[in-house]
Nanobody
Framework: QVQLVESGGGLVQAGGSLRLSCAAS????????MGWYRQAPGQQRELVAT???????NYADSVKGRFTISRDNAKNTVYLQMDSLKSEDTAVYCC??????????????WGKGTLVTVSS
């Protein structure tokens, strides 16, 4: 089994910063792409940022220039640095990892999510 555990969410004022972390553990052979998604109240889930195992990144237009995704392959961890936060960023943030298990099963795994609340 593979588990993803997120941390770093909380309450922050507009203009402030937070850093989210997501660590994968378990029967992992390798991890391909990782990403962050979010869902705000009354909204559909949207992709925030992705990063490949080679370090190539993509961002939603709404967060470009403010958010930075990175990863530490030795720790099987992906990060999301969020700067200049806006009230519109308030959402539950979930991470996803494309995992090849030690039994060579390719599967997507999701974290349970962490709440980010930005006050104005």
């Amino acid at each position: 089994q593979v588990q993803l555990v997120e941390s770093g969410g909380g309450l922050v004022q507009a203009g402030g910063s937070l850093r989210l972390s997501c660590a994968a553990s378990g029967s992992i052979f390798s991890i391909n792409a990782m990403g962050w998604y979010r869902q705000a109240p009354g909204q559909q889930r949207e992709l925030v940022a992705t990063i490949t195992n080679g370090g190539s990144t993509n961002y939603a237009d709404s967060v470009k220039g403010r958010f930075t995704i990175s990863r530490d392959n030795a720790k099987n961890t992906v990060y999301l640095q969020m700067d200049s936060l806006k009230s519109e960023d308030t959402a539950v943030y979930c991470c996803k990892a494309e995992v090849v298990t030690t039994t060579f099963m390719a599967m997507d795994y999701w974290g349970k999510g962490t709440l980010v609340t930005v006050s104005s």
